[in-house]
């Protein structure tokens, strides 16, 4: 049976995103959603202006729902949100909570930690970006101090980003915080973390014999 969501990826990724892909962010929505969906790649050589006219800066991933497609992990992830209440509440105040967590793991927080690992690659010790980095970390982590999810008392579609931003390696073994730790912890023993998880993993296994 064709599914009507259609997560677009590449084809193949060297070993060290190989679960780390923003793909992922879209399956492990749609296992918690309960929603079905299919696979299909890109080529991570050779991009072509196909996958430009769909993601504009030759990226992945990007979302298929029937004749709409949309690229950027986040819109992708507010769309989905949109068709189940797991994954955002239905009432104003949940909402809005999921909303402004959904926005806060992209534009406060991983836009600080990408550039962050990204410069420590070469910087090493001196990054510039690191006071930074551990400050925006050191005030999520007060707050993830005092409650298990972000938003609406329960696990959202803020919480699923926000840990997928979390649980890059470096980022999750910066400085001391441990309600970052056990909130990261959390998030990945869902089942349907999991799932996502095995799922893009064999994908891309599968790719090196492509
Ligand atoms: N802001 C974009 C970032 C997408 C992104 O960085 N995708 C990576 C894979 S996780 C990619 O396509 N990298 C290849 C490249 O940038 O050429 C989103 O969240 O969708």
Aim: hydrophobic fraction near 45%; proline fraction near 6%.
């Amino acid at each position: 049976m064709t599914e009507a969501l259609t997560i677009w990826t590449f084809d193949w990724v060297p070993e060290g995103p190989r679960g780390y892909v923003r793909d992922f962010r879209l399956r492990w929505a749609c296992e918690e959603a309960g929603l079905g969906y299919q696979v299909r790649s890109v080529p991570f050589e050779n991009r072509g202006p196909e996958h430009f006219a769909r993601q504009p800066f030759g990226q992945v991933p990007f979302l298929e729902d029937g004749g709409i497609t949309l690229f950027e992990s986040g819109a992708c992830l507010l769309h989905l949100a949109r068709k189940s209440e797991t994954l955002m509440p239905r009432d104003p105040k949940g909402e809005a909570e999921t909303l402004e967590w959904t926005v806060a793991a992209l534009n406060s927080i991983e836009m600080v930690t990408v550039p962050w690992w990204f410069i420590g690659l070469s910087k090493g010790a001196d990054n510039p970006l690191e006071g930074w980095a551990l400050q925006r970390l050191k005030h999520l982590d007060a707050v993830l101090a005092r409650r298990a999810w972000l938003a609406a008392g329960r696990f959202t579609v803020a919480d699923l980003l926000m840990a997928d931003v979390l649980r890059v390696p470096k980022v999750k073994a910066a400085g001391d915080f441990p309600a970052i730790r056990s909130y990261v912890d959390r998030a990945c023993a869902r089942p349907a973390f999991k799932r996502a998880y095995d799922g893009q993993m064999a994908h891309f296994v599968a790719g090196d014999s492509r």
